[in-house]
């Protein structure tokens, strides 16, 4: 206790962290310190000289060392604790020692093994306390230490004590003397030899201790450890200058010692044996099974090492003892493994095994009600009860029935209608309730009386007499109902009285009285006049009031008749006037005429009828019928039935022999109930027999105690007839609300019915089987089994009244609040509203105030359903609130213009496909932005010719617009599907090859010397906007540009001038051309070139911008934009020298004479994406001031080739930037679509296996083998090829020069507006139209233009075919081929233009393959370029036949038609025409002029219009110098420039647009004139050809 | 289009593209684009951007972009609400820049902050070989444009394959809408009502 105090003071002084744990141990290792103190006094003289001896301790600390603190204090007990057992034991040996090291036998002694544990025990503790008590203290604490343990001699007990018990905090290892540390090492040594006395312990010490001189350097935990702050001796010893200086070494961990940190930190489990005592109780002997004669089974085999490594773990483990058996070793079961297999072996592992043994798996099914426990699942004891009360039973109809029960039983029913009836006194109700109405409605009429009356009292009245009217009604229904029923009670007590007598016995014992009261004859007389007087005084007056309202309905009608009318006569009677008659018509002339005007004219409204006026009589009579129908008579006495069962039923014997077989056959039967809950069977009632009146009682009570959520409690009536038993009828009785406890429970009768079909041979009536009781057998019956079972299910009521129900909330039903029930749809949901009951049921549940008026109706409804005949609503609803969300009524919904564009534009309307920005309001929607629409469906109808001209255009217009809106409905279907490949863009499967050349290209050279064009990233169009696309126009060179005429008055000279010498072209200018492009209204122009051969090699960017904003591939594809490369010549004038002041200024102008031109549909490019070479410029015939001669410079060869050709030649290169991803995709899934075909199966996929043979070895060399036909068919190619006639007056023109005619013809067909089909169709493919079609349309692509110029060839006995090939710059395309005089020519059927198979300038590239009217070819050879291949198709290995000797030529007809006919050609309106747009033009320059005043030269322009014609005759091809000669002698002071124009004539915008792209009335001279003549020359079938000469003169 | 006149109601959208968790991809980047109906249109702000590059650290798997999204659109209909379309792409194993997911939301309707993580997908290939020569080649299937993925028509012909995440996240604001009628009000769990008030209250001192 002294010790106790000491330490008390001490700590008090002592660092406060260490305070806690000081408290901690004090209580469990204290009674220890005075043994351990004294045994350490007691060796702590104890010498260390000893050398090392073994490793085992070396081990042994290794393997103690890792514990933390927190272990080691627990491990201390033990540890003491075994000591102590140690000391006890007093058994110490050497040799003992060593043995132990040695595997421990099962059966070796506890002391030895007490030896050993000891021995490890004690060191490890120690070692671990000096590692870890070292860091804690700084070495002048370590100093202090020292000094006060010299001072002392001895370690206190309290320092063993601090030893044991402290934790430190590991130090960085510094160097003290060695004389502390050999203090300290005695200490220690004292502490250790203090607990046992053995002299092994001793050499184990010194070991150790040798062990640690000679790593003394490192060893500083060992040093340092014991020190705790004992404040009192801080100050013992002076400090010295050594104190304080430190020499350290350099920093090295050795091996060793690393090891040795380590193991402070890990644990190691020693693989010693573990000595028994250890891993037993305390004074536990172990005890053996296996020697007590029990059986031991064999423990599994474990390497001793193992094992012991496991024990000593355990052992470290908290409660590891829990581990050990009783012997002290691991508890471990027997070992599991058995030597040979028990299982049975399988053979016929594989297939032969039975199919009967085959293992079937089935899907766990998890059980409907297996966690629908009630209430909390936890307490299934709390029992619910349901009380299951079967009563009985009974039949309204059953098999066995007699006629004369049928007849009862419905007696039996009337009657007990007749007595809810009677019961409700509905009648007598609405009667008060009637009379009522009325007096208060005649109190209002009279106490107001003839007084003014107000509004709301009209509104008053009038609702009073709805009322009563509706009363009226219901009055009457009921008591027709009520004369009824008493009827027809009154006419089955007959018939059962008719049927008794007929079958003379008595089955049933019902008896029919009436009674009856009389009454007062005239009161009731009066009563009943009355009552008739004042409902036909009603009725008079809703009648009168219906006709007020159909007069003033008719009225209404009749003022707006009245001015149509008058306007009809007025017209009839201005027409009279017109034809002259006498203006003296009488009224009534006019009037007849009128209606006549009717017929015609129609359209006005019918002149209403008025209405008719009501007839009082007929209603009296109306009123008294009905009367008469359902009332009693005035006067009759009131019959009363009355229905009682006290008959005698005649006894068997008295019977006949069916009846007492039918009577038999009840009595065999039997019933009785089951009881189903949850489908599950849980009860039945006990089997009674069918008693003679068909009824059975069973009045039993079944208690289901459950457990499961009740979900159906089902009641099964089974009828037994000797040991069969079948079932009749089941009866679902619903789930009670938990408020329903027994007791309080009224029996319900639930219906049932079967309907078996059952038949007897007896009396019986049987089941679904017809019966009739009229004696010829008319108006059967078929009864079905039926009758009524009464029982009730409630909640049972336990001991102590508590109701066995299911807590209020676990119900479904039960989570109406009160809020719920004051509402009546949240209570019963809104599809209970037209359910009676559920109403009923409402109303009583929230207790609703009868008396409140707001409330009448429901009451009244209540009252009327309650009396049973529910009167269902007479129309049927899906959604019966739907009206309620109606927010406005459909008719609004209509009218309303935002609806109807947001309508419009989802239905993807062309006008508001991309229509943005719907206003919000309907207000907001502006009038306007339907007009445009409005006016095209009504132009749907009237034709335009202002804009067309010509009627006949304006009808084929019309009719283009009808093809091409189904063609794009039928599109914007298509376009909705999709195919993977217009979402996902993937890589197609490699072949071999391209996987091989992929792999080549890795080891490819990054940059290579010559690298390869690459293909430009293809941009789809949708995520585009304004400005993204931009249309790049390479503008290379020209050729043969027409050189300026020398401005001479010497006409004849001017050429030859032009010709001779060529210092005149060095020195004067011939031309200054340039290039002009515009499209979309944006015009760019390259920088001027010199000469007639041009090289620009410049760039344009053009922007361009889609319609409506819109970048998809449709409305890109329906461009119809056109670029204009429009050639230019600059010339400069001089005009006049200004010098007034100072110098010269020279003032010139600059104008611009148009060259020609060069059309290229923004759709052709946007197909072909770059569209790359040399094309012919559209040089006008004439071009005044210029010459179209060739410089004759000496060019050699080239101009020989060129010799060939006329006309002007520019190099172009055009793509669109990004390059845009042509519609494609769009096209093929056409092919998807698939139009319907007329063709054979066989040949479809013929030909569909011939073009993608054709796609896969020449991908770009078109191929067509069928096309699509106006009404969307497919059509096989050939079928378009027949020789057709053209116009007979062509043929007569010529009559002996054959290629005039044929140049003719050619002329003819490009004088057919050509519209391509991307443009007509919007990305439709292309559709082939027949010739007769074609030329009735007069529109269509360059395909129907070369069907017709080939049918004409083949029709003028030429061997022509077409050709389907590529051609700049349209793209694919068809030309024709002819074969004349051993050479083939080539014809553009848009243009007129041939050329021959050699030319250089021909505009067709490749050729894909050859069609006629017998097959088609494929071009098969090397090139494709038709002036390098054979166009002899008889070579196999040239051409390709699609009809071959295997798939010969099936005979197809001709689509075409036999002949065509021909208009003539209409001299008149050509030239109506021809004025029309001369008129046009004239305005349209003056108005591009509009800041100028434009002068025609009248002079001029008629000069114009003669030469025009002839151009016409020429055939368009450049006609002598002649004219313009003419026009310069008879103009001679004038500069001339100026061109016709030439054109097919489609419309009228076309003609302005190129008139504008010429550009002649941007000449700024206020000097100029003009000149513009317009000649229309027709062709048969209304083909016109348009001339337009325009010329600007310039006075010089 | 008589927008001046019409009354319009604006949508306020910033945010930020925060992250993705694309647990087997790295060094990926995310494209955005916002999608929206015939009605719409935005009045400030970026409709579409591209992020940087973004690696994942070595103690997180996540991919932090944090790349700021602002934009206000004015629309008078709110069909066609606007859809963020976010696509992210990353290089595959041989370099080759290849998609790694496609993802749209619709912008939040409830004024406040919203944090939205979208589930990325890509499609797949038609064929198992088309798989292996796409992954050789680093082409993988991609969609012809990635704002197909916020419209459904046309869906139904592909297949396609979960990639990983993108948390996107939005504060709304927006203007007039009561005033023509559309109460998308704000979110009733009390644990947002303290972020949504305060943005209701901006959303007021707007108006």
Same mark, same amino acid.
């Not at chain 1, 506890?110 to 000096?130: I, M, N, Q, S, Y």
């Not at chain 1, 007329?1238 to 770009?1260: I, M, N, T, V, W």
């Not at chain 1, 017709?1348 to 029709?1355: G, I």
């Not at chain 2, 050789?136 to 991609?142: H, M, V």
């Given at each position: 206790?002294?010790?106790?105090?000491?330490?008390?003071?001490?700590?008090?002084?002592?660092?406060?962290?260490?305070?806690?744990?000081?408290?901690?141990?004090?209580?469990?290792?204290?009674?220890?310190?005075?043994?351990?103190?004294?045994?350490?006094?007691?060796?702590?003289?104890?010498?260390?000289?000893?050398?090392?001896?073994?490793?085992?301790?070396?081990?042994?600390?290794?393997?103690?060392?890792?514990?933390?603190?927190?272990?080691?204090?627990?491990?201390?007990?033990?540890?003491?604790?075994?000591?102590?057992?140690?000391?006890?034991?007093?058994?110490?040996?050497?040799?003992?020692?060593?043995?132990?090291?040695?595997?421990?036998?099962?059966?070796?002694?506890?002391?030895?093994?007490?030896?050993?544990?000891?021995?490890?025990?004690?060191?490890?503790?120690?070692?671990?306390?000096?590692?870890?008590?070292?860091?804690?203290?700084?070495?002048?604490?370590?100093?202090?230490?020292?000094?006060?343990?010299?001072?002392?001699?001895?370690?206190?007990?309290?320092?063993?004590?601090?030893?044991?018990?402290?934790?430190?905090?590991?130090?960085?290892?510094?160097?003290?003397?060695?004389?502390?540390?050999?203090?300290?090492?005695?200490?220690?040594?004292?502490?250790?030899?203090?607990?046992?006395?053995?002299?092994?312990?001793?050499?184990?010490?010194?070991?150790?201790?040798?062990?640690?001189?000679?790593?003394?350097?490192?060893?500083?935990?060992?040093?340092?450890?014991?020190?705790?702050?004992?404040?009192?001796?801080?100050?013992?010893?002076?400090?010295?200058?050594?104190?304080?200086?430190?020499?350290?070494?350099?920093?090295?961990?050795?091996?060793?010692?690393?090891?040795?940190?380590?193991?402070?930190?890990?644990?190691?489990?020693?693989?010693?044996?573990?000595?028994?005592?250890?891993?037993?109780?305390?004074?536990?002997?172990?005890?053996?099974?296996?020697?007590?004669?029990?059986?031991?089974?064999?423990?599994?085999?474990?390497?001793?090492?193992?094992?012991?490594?496991?024990?000593?773990?355990?052992?470290?483990?908290?409660?590891?003892?829990?581990? %050990?058996?009783?012997?002290?070793?691991?508890?471990?079961?027997?070992?599991?493994?058995?030597?040979?297999?028990?299982?049975?072996?399988?053979?016929?592992?594989?297939?032969?095994?039975?199919?009967?043994?085959?293992?079937?798996?089935?899907?766990?099914?998890?059980?409907?009600?297996?966690?629908?426990?009630?209430?909390?699942?936890?307490?299934?004891?709390?029992?619910?009860?349901?009380?299951?009360?079967?009563?009985?039973?009974?039949?309204?109809?059953?098999?066995?029935?007699?006629?004369?029960?049928?007849?009862?039983?419905?007696?039996?029913?009337?009657?007990?209608?007749?007595?809810?009836?009677?019961?409700?006194?509905?009648?007598?109700?609405?009667?008060?309730?009637?009379?009522?109405?009325? +007096?208060?409605?005649?109190?209002?009429?009279?106490?107001?009386?003839?007084?003014?009356?107000?509004?709301?009292?009209?509104?008053?009245?009038?609702?009073?007499?709805?009322?009563?009217?509706?009363?009226?009604?219901?009055?009457?229904?009921?008591?027709?109902?009520?004369?009824?029923?008493?009827?027809?009670?009154?006419?089955?007590?007959?018939?059962?009285?008719?049927?008794?007598?007929?079958?003379?016995?008595?089955?049933?014992?019902?008896?029919?009285?009436?009674?009856?009261?009389?009454?007062?004859?005239?009161?009731?007389?009066?009563?009943?006049?009355?009552?008739?007087?004042?409902?036909?005084?009603?009725?008079?007056?809703?009648?009168?009031?219906?006709?007020?309202?159909?007069?003033?309905?008719?009225?209404?009608?009749?003022?707006?008749?009245?001015?149509?009318?008058?306007?009809?006569?007025?017209?009839?009677?201005?027409?009279?006037?017109?034809?002259?008659?006498?203006?003296?018509?009488?009224?009534?002339?006019?009037?007849?005429?009128?209606?006549?005007?009717?017929?015609?004219?129609?359209?006005?409204?019918?002149?209403?009828?008025?209405?008719?006026?009501?007839?009082?009589?007929?209603?009296?009579?109306?009123?008294?019928?009905?009367?008469?129908?359902?009332?009693?008579?005035?006067?009759?006495?009131?019959?009363?039935?009355?229905?009682?069962?006290?008959?005698?039923?005649?006894?068997?014997?008295?019977?006949?022999?069916?009846?007492?077989?039918?009577?038999?056959?009840?009595?065999?039967?039997?019933?009785?109930?089951?009881?189903?809950?949850?489908?599950?069977?849980?009860?039945?009632?006990?089997?009674?027999?069918?008693?003679?009146?068909?009824?059975?009682?069973?009045?039993?009570?079944?208690?289901?105690?459950?457990?499961?959520?009740?979900?159906?409690?089902?009641?099964?009536?089974?009828?037994?007839?000797?040991?069969?038993?079948?079932?009749?009828?089941?009866?679902?009785?619903?789930?009670?609300?938990?408020?329903?406890?027994?007791?309080?429970?009224?029996?319900?009768?639930?219906?049932?019915?079967?309907?078996?079909?059952?038949?007897?041979?007896?009396?019986? $009536?049987?089941?679904?089987?017809?019966?009739?009781?009229?004696?010829?057998?008319?108006?059967?019956?078929?009864?079905?089994?039926?009758?009524?079972?009464?029982?009730?299910?409630?909640?049972?009521?336990?001991?102590?009244?508590?109701?066995?129900?299911?807590?209020?909330?676990?119900?479904?039903?039960?989570?109406?609040?009160?809020?719920?029930?004051?509402?009546?749809?949240?209570?019963?949901?809104?599809?209970?509203?037209?359910?009676?009951?559920?109403?009923?049921?409402?109303?009583?549940?929230?207790?609703?105030?009868?008396?409140?008026?707001?409330?009448?109706?429901?009451?009244?409804?209540?009252?009327?359903?309650?009396?049973?005949?529910?009167?269902?609503?007479?129309? %049927?609803?899906?959604?019966?609130?739907?009206?309620?969300?109606?927010? $406005?009524?459909?008719?609004?919904?209509?009218?309303?213009?935002?609806?109807?564009?947001? +309508?419009?534009?989802?239905?993807?309307?062309?006008?508001?496909?991309?229509?943005?920005?719907?206003?919000?309001?309907?207000?907001?929607?502006?009038?306007?932005?339907?007009?445009?629409?409005?006016?095209?469906?009504?132009?749907?109808?009237?034709?335009?010719?202002?804009?067309?001209?010509?009627?006949?255009?304006?009808?084929?217009?019309?009719?283009?617009?009808?093809?091409?809106?189904?063609?794009?409905?039928? @599109?914007?279907?298509?376009?909705?599907?999709?195919?993977?490949?217009?979402?996902?863009?993937?890589?197609?499967?490699?072949?071999?090859?391209?996987?091989?050349?992929?792999?080549?290209?890795?080891?490819?050279?990054?940059?290579?010397?010559?690298?390869?064009?690459?293909?430009?990233? +293809?941009?789809?169009?949708?995520?585009?906007?304004?400005?993204?696309?931009?249309?790049?126009?390479?503008?290379?060179?020209?050729?043969?540009?027409?050189?300026?005429?020398?401005?001479?008055?010497?006409?004849?000279?001017?050429?030859?001038?032009?010709?001779?010498?060529?210092?005149?072209?060095?020195?004067?200018?011939?031309?200054?051309?340039?290039?002009?492009?515009?499209?979309?209204?944006?015009?760019?122009?390259?920088?001027?070139?010199?000469?007639?051969?041009?090289?620009?090699?410049?760039?344009?960017?053009?922007?361009?911008?889609?319609?409506?904003?819109?970048?998809?591939?449709?409305?890109?594809?329906?461009?119809?934009?056109?670029?204009?490369?429009?050639?230019?010549?600059?010339?400069?004038?001089?005009?006049?020298?200004?010098?007034?002041?100072?110098?010269?200024?020279?003032?010139?102008?600059?104008?611009?004479?148009?060259?020609?031109?060069?059309?290229?549909? @923004?759709?052709?490019?946007?197909?072909?994406?770059?569209?790359?070479?040399?094309?012919?410029?559209?040089?006008?015939?004439?071009?005044?001031?210029?010459?179209?001669?060739?410089?004759?410079?000496?060019?050699?060869?080239?101009?020989?080739?060129?010799?060939?050709?006329?006309?002007?030649?520019?190099?172009?290169?055009?793509?669109?930037?990004?390059?845009?991803?042509?519609?494609?995709?769009?096209?093929?899934?056409? +092919?998807?679509?698939?139009?319907?075909?007329?063709?054979?199966?066989?040949?479809?996929?013929?030909?569909?296996? %011939?073009?993608?043979?054709?796609?896969?070895?020449?991908?770009?060399?078109?191929?067509?083998?069928?096309?699509?036909?106006?009404?969307?068919?497919?059509?096989?190619?050939?079928?378009?090829?027949?020789?057709?006639?053209?116009?007979?007056?062509?043929?007569?023109?010529?009559?002996?020069?054959?290629?005039?005619?044929?140049?003719? $013809?050619?002329? @003819?067909?490009?004088?057919?507006?050509?519209?391509?089909?991307?443009?007509?169709?919007?990305?439709?493919?292309?559709?082939?139209?027949?010739?007769?079609? @074609?030329?009735?349309?007069?529109?269509?692509?360059?395909?129907?233009?070369?069907?017709?110029?080939?049918?004409?060839?083949?029709?003028?006995?030429?061997?022509?075919?077409?050709?389907?090939?590529?051609?700049?710059?349209?793209?694919?395309?068809?030309?024709?081929?002819?074969?004349?005089?051993?050479?083939?020519?080539?014809?553009?059927?848009?243009?007129?233009?041939?050329?021959?198979?050699?030319?250089?300038?021909?505009?067709?590239?490749?050729?894909?393959?050859?069609?006629?009217?017998?097959?088609?070819?494929?071009?098969?050879?090397?090139?494709?370029?038709?002036?390098?291949?054979?166009?002899?198709?008889?070579?196999?290995?040239?051409?390709?036949?699609?009809?071959?000797?295997?798939?010969?030529?099936?005979?197809?007809?001709?689509?075409?038609?036999?002949?065509?006919?021909?208009?003539?050609?209409?001299?008149?309106?050509?030239?109506?025409?021809?004025?029309?747009?001369?008129?046009?033009?004239?305005?349209?320059?003056?108005?591009?002029?509009?800041?100028?005043?434009?002068?025609?030269?009248?002079?001029?322009?008629?000069?114009?219009?003669?030469?025009?014609?002839?151009?016409?005759?020429?055939?368009?091809?450049?006609?002598?110098?002649?004219?313009?000669?003419?026009?310069?002698?008879?103009?001679?002071?004038?500069?001339?420039?100026?061109?016709?124009?030439?054109?097919?004539?489609?419309?009228?915008?076309?003609?302005?647009?190129?008139?504008?792209?010429?550009?002649?009335?941007?000449?700024?001279?206020?000097?100029?004139?003009?000149?513009?003549?317009?000649?229309?020359?027709?062709?048969?079938?209304?083909?016109?050809?348009?001339?337009?000469?325009?010329?600007?003169?310039?006075?010089? | 289009?008589?927008?001046?006149?019409?009354?319009?109601?604006?949508?306020?959208?910033?945010?930020?593209?925060?992250?993705?968790?694309?647990?087997?991809?790295?060094?990926?980047?995310?494209?955005?684009?916002?999608?929206?109906?015939?009605?719409?249109?935005?009045?400030?702000?970026?409709?579409?951007?591209?992020?940087?590059?973004?690696?994942?650290?070595?103690?997180?798997?996540?991919?932090?972009?944090?790349?700021?999204?602002?934009?206000?659109?004015?629309?008078?209909?709110?069909?066609?609400?606007?859809?963020?379309?976010?696509?992210?792409?990353?290089?595959?194993?041989?370099?080759?820049?290849?998609?790694?997911?496609?993802?749209?939301?619709?912008?939040?309707?409830?004024?406040?902050?919203?944090?939205?993580?979208?589930?990325?997908?890509?499609?797949?290939?038609?064929?198992?070989?088309?798989?292996?020569?796409?992954?050789?080649?680093?082409?993988?299937?991609?969609?012809?444009?990635?704002?197909?993925?916020?419209?459904?028509?046309?869906?139904?012909?592909?297949?396609?394959?979960?990639?990983?995440?993108?948390?996107?996240?939005?504060?709304?604001?927006?203007?007039?809408?009561?005033?023509?009628?559309?109460?998308?009000?704000?979110?009733?769990?009390?644990?947002?009502?303290?972020?949504?008030?305060?943005?209701?209250?901006?959303?007021?001192?707007?108006?």
């Amino acid at each position: 206790m002294a010790q106790k105090q000491r330490r008390r003071e001490r700590l008090l002084k002592q660092p406060t962290a260490q305070e806690s744990h000081d408290d901690e141990e004090v209580s469990t290792i204290q009674h220890y310190s005075p043994n351990e103190a004294s045994a350490e006094r007691a060796d702590d003289s104890l010498v260390f000289s000893r050398p090392p001896t073994g490793s085992r301790r070396g081990i042994s600390l290794k393997a103690q060392h890792a514990s933390t603190s927190q272990h080691l204090d627990d491990f201390m007990t033990q540890h003491f604790e075994e000591k102590l057992k140690a000391a006890r034991s007093k058994v110490e040996n050497l040799q003992q020692e060593e043995a132990s090291a040695e595997p421990v036998s099962r059966l070796q002694s506890l002391r030895d093994r007490d030896t050993v544990t000891r021995f490890d025990r004690k060191v490890d503790p120690v070692r671990a306390k000096g590692h870890k008590a070292s860091p804690a203290r700084n070495t002048g604490v370590k100093f202090r230490e020292a000094a006060r343990q010299i001072a002392e001699g001895l370690p206190t007990t309290e320092e063993a004590y601090n030893f044991f018990t402290f934790n430190f905090e590991p130090d960085p290892p510094d160097e003290t003397k060695r004389l502390d540390k050999k203090k300290q090492k005695q200490r220690e040594r004292a502490e250790e030899d203090g607990d046992e006395d053995g002299e092994e312990e001793a050499e184990e010490q010194e070991d150790a201790d040798a062990e640690e001189e000679n790593q003394d350097e490192n060893q500083n935990q060992d040093e340092e450890a014991p020190l705790v702050g004992n404040e009192e001796d801080l100050f013992v010893i002076g400090q010295s200058p050594q104190d304080f200086l430190e020499v350290r070494k350099a920093e090295y961990v050795r091996y060793r010692k690393r090891v040795q940190r380590d193991s402070e930190l890990l644990f190691t489990p020693s693989f010693q044996t573990v000595p028994t005592s250890v891993k037993l109780p305390e004074n536990m002997k172990p005890r053996y099974l296996e020697d007590e004669g029990l059986y031991v089974g064999e423990r599994p085999p474990i390497s001793v090492t193992n094992e012991n490594i496991l024990e000593n773990r355990i052992l470290k483990m908290k409660e590891g003892i829990k581990w %050990f058996g009783d012997d002290g070793r691991i508890m471990a079961l027997p070992d599991p493994i058995k030597e040979s297999s028990t299982r049975p072996p399988l053979f016929h592992m594989e297939g032969d095994l039975d199919p009967a043994l085959q293992t079937v798996y089935r899907k766990a099914l998890k059980s409907k009600y297996a966690n629908l426990y009630i209430g909390g699942a936890a307490d299934p004891e709390g029992d619910y009860q349901l009380d299951v009360d079967v009563s009985g039973l009974i039949f309204s109809h059953h098999p066995l029935f007699s006629r004369e029960h049928v007849l009862a039983a419905r007696l039996a029913q009337l009657y007990d209608q007749y007595l809810t009836r009677q019961h409700n006194n509905l009648t007598g109700h609405l009667t008060d309730k009637l009379n009522g109405l009325r +007096k208060a409605l005649q109190n209002m009429v009279s106490v107001h009386g003839e007084q003014i009356i107000t509004q709301a009292m009209q509104q008053r009245i009038s609702e009073y007499s709805l009322e009563v009217r509706s009363t009226r009604q219901l009055r009457d229904a009921e008591q027709e109902k009520d004369r009824t029923l008493l009827k027809s009670i009154i006419k089955v007590w007959k018939e059962i009285k008719v049927l008794r007598d007929f079958q003379k016995f008595t089955n049933t014992p019902f008896k029919l009285y009436l009674r009856r009261e009389n009454v007062d004859r005239a009161s009731d007389e009066q009563q009943y006049e009355d009552e008739i007087l004042s409902e036909v005084m009603e009725l008079a007056a809703e009648s009168e009031e219906a006709y007020q309202k159909k007069l003033a309905e008719y009225n209404k009608q009749l003022e707006e008749w009245k001015p149509w009318m008058k306007k009809q006569k007025i017209k009839k009677r201005k027409k009279k006037k017109k034809k002259g008659q006498t203006q003296d018509d009488t009224e009534e002339e006019d009037e007849k005429e009128g209606s006549e005007s009717e017929g015609p004219f129609e359209e006005g409204p019918p002149r209403p009828v008025p209405p008719e006026k009501p007839d009082f009589g007929l209603i009296d009579q109306q009123v008294r019928e009905k009367a008469s129908r359902i009332r009693r008579k005035p006067g009759e006495a009131i019959l009363i039935p009355e229905l009682s069962a006290s008959g005698s039923i005649t006894a068997s014997e008295f019977c006949p022999r069916t009846e007492v077989a039918r009577r038999q056959d009840v009595s065999k039967r039997s019933l009785f109930i089951k009881i189903l809950y949850n489908d599950k069977e849980v009860s039945r009632t006990d089997s009674r027999s069918l008693s003679t009146d068909f009824r059975v009682h069973f009045g039993q009570i079944f208690n289901l105690k459950i457990l499961n959520c009740p979900q159906s409690i089902n009641l099964q009536v089974f009828e037994e007839i000797g040991l069969s038993c079948s079932l009749l009828a089941q009866v679902f009785v619903p789930v009670p609300e938990p408020s329903v406890v027994t007791g309080n429970v009224p029996i319900e009768e639930f219906e049932f019915s079967s309907n078996q079909r059952v038949m007897f041979d007896h009396e019986g $009536v049987g089941s679904d089987v017809p019966l009739s009781f009229e004696a010829d057998g008319s108006n059967k019956l078929t009864l079905l089994t039926s009758g009524k079972l009464s029982s009730s299910v409630s909640w049972g009521i336990g001991e102590d009244d508590v109701p066995l129900a299911p807590p209020v909330s676990q119900q479904p039903g039960g989570i109406h609040s009160g809020l719920g029930r004051l509402d009546a749809v949240t209570y019963i949901g809104a599809s209970g509203l037209y359910d009676m009951k559920k109403i009923s049921e409402w109303a009583t549940q929230s207790r609703m105030d009868p008396n409140d008026p707001k409330n009448a109706s429901i009451m009244q409804l209540l009252k009327v359903a309650s009396s049973g005949e529910v009167t269902a609503p007479e129309y %049927f609803r899906l959604e019966h609130l739907q009206e309620e969300f109606n927010l $406005v009524l459909d008719e609004k919904l209509e009218k309303s213009n935002r609806f109807r564009l947001l +309508k419009l534009r989802s239905q993807e309307v062309a006008e508001f496909r991309n229509y943005k920005f719907v206003p919000a309001f309907d207000r907001e929607v502006s009038n306007t932005v339907f007009q445009e629409y409005e006016k095209r469906l009504k132009d749907g109808e009237i034709i335009d010719t202002k804009e067309h001209l010509d009627s006949h255009r304006a009808l084929v217009a019309k009719y283009l617009q009808k093809i091409r809106e189904s063609v794009i409905n039928r @599109f914007l279907l298509a376009k909705h599907d999709y195919l993977l490949s217009d979402l996902v863009i993937e890589e197609e499967i490699p072949n071999i090859g391209i996987l091989g050349i992929n792999l080549f290209k890795l080891a490819e050279p990054k940059r290579p010397l010559k690298p390869q064009r690459k293909e430009r990233k +293809k941009v789809t169009a949708q995520n585009l906007s304004d400005g993204d696309i931009k249309l790049l126009i390479n503008i290379i060179r020209a050729y043969d540009i027409p050189i300026r005429r020398p401005q001479s008055n010497k006409p004849g000279q001017s050429s030859q001038s032009a010709i001779q010498g060529s210092d005149w072209y060095l020195s004067q200018v011939q031309v200054r051309p340039f290039v002009e492009v515009s499209f979309q209204r944006s015009v760019l122009q390259t920088t001027t070139a010199d000469g007639p051969n041009p090289s620009w090699n410049e760039e344009l960017q053009l922007p361009f911008s889609a319609p409506n904003g819109d970048y998809s591939t449709a409305s890109l594809q329906s461009v119809r934009d056109e670029v204009f490369i429009n050639i230019f010549d600059e010339v400069i004038h001089e005009i006049g020298v200004n010098d007034k002041e100072r110098g010269s200024s020279i003032h010139t102008q600059i104008e611009k004479h148009w060259l020609g031109s060069v059309k290229i549909p @923004f759709s052709t490019i946007y197909s072909q994406s770059r569209i790359d070479g040399t094309f012919k410029v559209n040089t006008p015939a004439v071009l005044l001031g210029y010459s179209k001669e060739r410089s004759h410079g000496n060019n050699g060869g080239y101009d020989m080739l060129r010799s060939l050709n006329e006309g002007a030649f520019i190099t172009l290169f055009i793509t669109i930037e990004p390059q845009l991803m042509p519609g494609e995709s769009v096209r093929e899934k056409i +092919k998807e679509v698939k139009f319907d075909s007329q063709e054979d199966e066989r040949l479809l996929q013929a030909s569909g296996k %011939f073009e993608r043979d054709a796609a896969l070895s020449y991908p770009d060399r078109p191929c067509i083998t069928t096309v699509t036909d106006l009404n969307g068919k497919t059509v096989f190619i050939t079928r378009y090829i027949q020789p057709l006639n053209p116009p007979q007056e062509f043929l007569d023109e010529f009559p002996n020069n054959p290629l005039e005619a044929t140049t003719l $013809v050619a002329r @003819f067909v490009s004088l057919l507006p050509s519209l391509p089909d991307q443009v007509l169709f919007s990305r439709a493919c292309s559709l082939w139209s027949t010739c007769d079609q @074609f030329l009735t349309l007069l529109a269509g692509d360059e395909e129907e233009h070369a069907v017709l110029l080939c049918n004409y060839f083949l029709s003028l006995g030429k061997k022509a075919w077409l050709i389907i090939g590529t051609a700049i710059p349209e793209g694919p395309t068809a030309y024709v081929l002819t074969h004349e005089q051993s050479r083939y020519l080539i014809w553009n059927p848009s243009s007129g233009q041939y050329y021959g198979q050699y030319d250089t300038f021909c505009p067709l590239q490749t050729v894909g393959c050859l069609v006629n009217a017998d097959n088609v070819w494929f071009n098969i050879q090397e090139y494709a370029s038709p002036m390098r291949m054979s166009f002899d198709i008889t070579k196999a290995n040239f051409w390709k036949p699609f009809f071959s000797r295997s798939f010969s030529h099936p005979g197809l007809s001709s689509v075409q038609p036999e002949e065509l006919v021909y208009q003539r050609t209409n001299k008149v309106a050509a030239s109506e025409l021809q004025t029309r747009i001369e008129n046009i033009l004239k305005e349209k320059i003056m108005d591009w002029r509009r800041h100028q005043p434009t002068r025609w030269n009248r002079y001029c322009n008629s000069t114009l219009k003669r030469f025009l014609p002839k151009l016409e005759l020429g055939g368009g091809q450049e006609v002598a110098e002649g004219h313009r000669l003419e026009l310069q002698s008879q103009l001679g002071d004038y500069r001339i420039t100026g061109f016709p124009l030439h054109m097919p004539f489609s419309e009228i915008q076309r003609i302005i647009e190129q008139v504008y792209s010429t550009g002649v009335h941007n000449i700024q001279t206020s000097k100029a004139e003009f000149a513009l003549a317009v000649y229309v020359h027709p062709y048969p079938n209304n083909v016109l050809s348009v001339w337009v000469y325009l010329a600007s003169l310039v006075r010089t | 289009m008589a927008t001046s006149t019409s009354s319009v109601f604006l949508l306020t959208v910033n945010g930020q593209i925060e992250g993705a968790n694309f647990p087997e991809y790295d060094s990926l980047y995310c494209k955005y684009c916002f999608v929206y109906g015939h009605d719409w249109a935005p009045t400030t702000g970026l409709e579409e951007g591209i992020t940087q590059i973004t690696c994942k650290s070595s103690h997180s798997h996540k991919l932090i972009w944090n790349f700021p999204l602002e934009i206000t659109f004015k629309s008078t209909n709110p069909f066609g609400w606007p859809q963020l379309v976010v696509s992210v792409y990353g290089p595959d194993v041989f370099g080759n820049d290849v998609v790694r997911g496609y993802g749209a939301t619709h912008v939040p309707f409830t004024p406040g902050q919203h944090t939205k993580t979208i589930p990325m997908f890509v499609p797949e290939p038609t064929w198992k070989l088309q798989k292996f020569t796409g992954w050789l080649l680093g082409r993988r299937p991609e969609y012809t444009d990635p704002k197909v993925v916020a419209q459904g028509e046309g869906r139904e012909v592909t297949r396609v394959c979960s990639q990983g995440f993108v948390t996107i996240s939005f504060h709304i604001m927006t203007k007039d809408m009561k005033k023509m009628g559309y109460d998308t009000g704000p979110l009733v769990p009390s644990d947002l009502q303290s972020a949504t008030s305060e943005w209701s209250t901006e959303e007021k001192s707007h108006i």
